[in-house]
Structure formats: C-alpha cells, structure tokens
C-alpha cells in the first residue's frame, strides 16, 4: 500500500510541484490549503490529488483536520511543512499583528502540523517531515523581519524534532530555497528583480520544481541516513 504524503500550502507554487513529484514517486498524495477555493478545486481536476482546507496555524483545525485525513484517506507517513505568507514591512512600520501572523502560520503551522502527525509516526516506526525554510532566514533580508525569525526558526526546529525522532524511525530535514519562479516572486518589481537574479552565481531564478525533487529525496527510503539537515537550493546566492 502506498505511503500517504500530505503538503501544506500545496495547490500553488512549490507546494505544487512537491505534491506532483510526491505522486510520480508512487506516494499517495493530499493537498492542504488556506482558502482559495477556486484554485483548490483546480489543483484537485487538474491533478486528482484531493485537497483538503484547513488554517495551519490554528492548533485545534489542524489536529481535526489531520484526523478527517487518516480516516478518509490513511496514516500519514510523509509531512511537507510548506505553508507560509508574507507580510513584510520595516521593523518601525511592521504591526504586531503582522509579526505575529507569520509567527502564527509559518513557523507555528510547522509545530501543529508535526504534532499531530509525529505520534503515528513513532508508533509505526516511519516518517518523514520536510519543512520548507528560506534563504532569508539563513542570510536575512531587509524589511522581513518576521519571515526571517519564522524561516530560520523552521531551520532550528529541524534540528531539534530530528533528535527526537531518530530513534523512531522518523527523519526531519527543511529545505532553504532561494529565488523561485513563483507567483510571489513574479510580484516583484522587474527592476528589482533583474538586481536578485545579478546576485545569483547561476544566473536564474530556481523552478518549482527544482525544489520539489529535493523533498521527494528526503522523504523517501533512500534519504533515510539524512536527518537534521537544511538543504540549500539557491544556484550559489547563499553559502555556508
């Protein structure tokens, strides 16, 4: 029987990508989403993947949400963290409220979702979670002060939870991807983004997926000796 896959924010972008090379990989995949249910139902014709709507960064809707999955659908052995927002902003014009809701979605969505998958997990003796963190919480960047503490807590987060889980059976690893072709990279002024792609040593912006073949290793039998680890994607903008 196969695997059950399941990524967060996965119906656009690189949520995408991971959910279609997650299924070419033979994992049975499901999808969670935010709110558009437009594109949701899209994603869901286009590619047969069901998807699923949930706030990850509510507690209580993740933990009803992942038990309506594994009812439905099965244990879920694979988790994809990729869920996350931007509301950037200096530090002197942020609000509170934009910090703390992506604290709330991007780094308290990875915590919710994990624990209420990592029981199954360990009771199994198998897992796999894969947490999409950033370059920006690596190196920083201006005007994201909230998106950079929640990406590189991701990355501190890993280390941690893989600790707990070796012994389970149950690797954690992130991703730190650098500029991807994406709607939210497209949204950037062309001038400013001729500047990111200059500092690139490759001399482009990264595909979907590029991204999405490093989660289908980690998650996969072969990736098995891998856990703690951050793996940089970025073509060489960010090394160390």
């Known amino acids: ?56 960064g509510d507690h ?8 309506r999955v594994e009812a439905e659908v099965g244990p879920i052995e694979v988790l994809v963290n990729n869920a996350g927002i931007t509301r950037d902003g200096t530090l002197l014009k942020m609000s509170f409220e934009d910090w703390n809701e992506v604290m709330r979605i991007n780094l308290g969505g990875c915590f919710n979702m994990a624990k209420a998958v990592f029981p199954g997990m360990k009771s199994r003796g198998w897992g796999r979670i894969v947490s999409i963190g950033s370059i920006n919480g690596q190196a920083g960047q201006y005007g994201q002060v909230n998106y950079a503490a929640a990406k590189s807590g991701i990355h501190g987060f890993t280390k941690a939870l893989a600790q707990e889980g070796a012994r389970f059976g149950i690797t954690v690893n992130a991703i730190a991807p650098g500029y991807i072709d994406t709607e939210m990279v497209a949204a950037v002024p062309e001038a400013v983004l001729e500047k990111i792609v200059a500092k690139i040593p ?10 999405a073949r490093g989660v289908a290793f980690l998650s996969s039998e072969q990736g098995g000796f891998v856990t703690g680890s951050t793996l940089s994607i970025n073509g060489g903008q960010h090394m160390y």
């Open 202 to 211: 490759v001399g482009r912006l990264g595909q979907a997926s590029e991204i």
């Open 60 to 67: 209580q809707a993740v933990m009803d949400g992942i038990a």
């Open 1 to 56: 029987m196969a695997r059950v896959a399941i990524v967060t924010g996965g119906t656009r972008g690189i949520g995408r990508a991971i959910c279609e090379a997650l299924a070419a990989d033979g994992f049975t995949v499901v999808a969670n989403y935010a709110g558009n249910e437009e594109k949701a139902r899209a994603f869901t014709e286009e590619t047969g993947i069901p998807a699923y709507r949930w706030d990850v």
